[in-house]
């Protein structure tokens, strides 16, 4: 089993940042991919980030170029910076692991976090 505890959520204007971070227990993280997916009220969940074991990353079109996603792999630990919020980032941000390839589906995720609101106002 996996336990994932997601931080650093909040309000925030437009145009600031926000770090989120999440902690990771339970099974190794060797060979693991860890993406971060965001759903808004109304609204399917989406795809953000991933990263792999080694460092290789993945981002949605929406948020390529503003957020940068990073894990520490001696804490455990993967990261989201988001710079340039925007209001149509507000979502819950959830950090998602699986073991295997890379992926951008939700449902290939295997564990997942209890979710951390962000509010971005205008």
């Known amino acids: 089993q996996v336990q994932l505890v997601e931080s650093g959520g909040g309000l925030v204007q437009a145009g600031g940042s926000l770090r989120l971070s999440c902690a990771a227990s339970?099974?190794?993280?060797?060979?693991?991919?860890m993406g971060w997916f965001r759903q808004a009220p109304g609204k399917e969940r989406e795809f953000v980030a991933a990263?792999?074991?080694?460092?290789?990353?993945i981002y949605a079109d929406s948020v390529k170029g503003r957020f940068t996603i990073s894990r520490d792999n001696a804490k455990n630990t993967e990261y989201l910076q988001m710079n340039s919020l925007k209001p149509e980032d507000t979502a819950v941000y959830y950090c998602?692991?699986?073991?295997?390839?890379?992926?951008?589906?939700?449902?290939?995720?295997?564990?997942w976090g209890q979710g951390t609101q962000v509010t971005v106002s205008s």
């Open positions: 339970g099974r190794p993280f060797s060979r693991s991919v």
């Open positions: 998602a692991v699986r073991y295997g390839s890379t992926s951008v589906a939700h449902y290939e995720y295997e564990y």
């Open positions: 990263i792999t074991w080694n460092g290789d990353t």
